[in-house]
């Protein structure tokens, strides 16, 4: 179960309704907002990710609240934003003041949680499937992060010393549990061998061509 039982934040249990705290550019969260939307629930207002007055704390009726986590301004590399999410990542959601974790455990939680046609199958044999590429995607959503950090980012994506020192000091305070500490460390550094990212890149390229051979059947 995503569900956080004892949230450090006072923020998640303050909010009515539907918040997802995520970054437009963020594949992880993405696919909630999919989620989201394959739900019939659509993008409503934006208030800022730890926004905690009257209003911004109000659900919206048949709507999810946006509330951007900016992974280029660096907010999700504060304390607010790492009482919410130890992990230092996005996406949570909010749902009526309780808090979801893993994008896609939350996945799971909106399909349980709201009507429509299921996103995961309920008959045995295809929920199973479903679950092993779920399982999958969640192994292989760090070889994500070094292909499009390495390729697409760049120097862009590189930590100063301070901000390696407050992501050291915030980790340490949870459990660093997507290694951010690590890979940041190596990757602003530069000390990561090139192997590696061609290893990850050798992975995806695996997966997405598994995928593509069962999709053959015209799906
Ligand atoms: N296992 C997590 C992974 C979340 C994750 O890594 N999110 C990325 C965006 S796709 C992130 O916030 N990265 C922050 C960073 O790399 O500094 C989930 O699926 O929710």
């Known amino acids: 179960m995503p569900r956080v039982e004892q949230p450090t934040s006072p923020i998640p249990g303050a909010l009515k309704g539907l918040h997802l705290f995520h970054f437009d550019g963020a594949p992880c969260a993405q696919r909630v907002r999919f989620a989201l939307g394959e739900k019939g629930l659509a993008r409503g ?25 900016s992974l280029v301004r660096k907010d999700h590399m504060t304390q ?7 992990n230092m990542v996005v996406p949570a959601l909010a749902h009526d003041g309780d808090l979801y974790l893993e994008s896609m455990d939350i996945i799971e939680y909106l399909d349980e949680a709201f009507g429509g046609a299921p996103l995961i199958p309920t008959k045995p044999s295809l929920r199973a499937a479903t679950m092993k590429r779920v399982e999958q995607a969640k192994e292989l959503h760090r070889s994500i992060r070094y292909v499009t950090f390495h390729w697409g980012l760049g120097r862009l994506a590189m930590l100063n010393p301070k901000e390696r020192r407050q992501l050291t000091e915030l980790a340490h305070q949870g459990e660093d549990g997507e290694n951010l500490v690590s890979f940041y460390e190596g990757y602003s550094n530069r000390t990561i061998p090139e192997a590696v990212y061609c290893d990850h890149l050798a992975k995806l390229y695996e997966a997405f061509r598994e995928v593509n051979a069962e999709l053959k059947d015209g799906r």
């Open 80 to 86: 607010t934003y790492a009482e919410i999410h130890p």
């Open 45 to 69: 207002r934006e208030e800022k990710f730890d926004a905690v007055t009257p209003t911004a704390v109000e659900g919206e009726a048949g709507r999810w609240v946006s509330r951007i986590v």
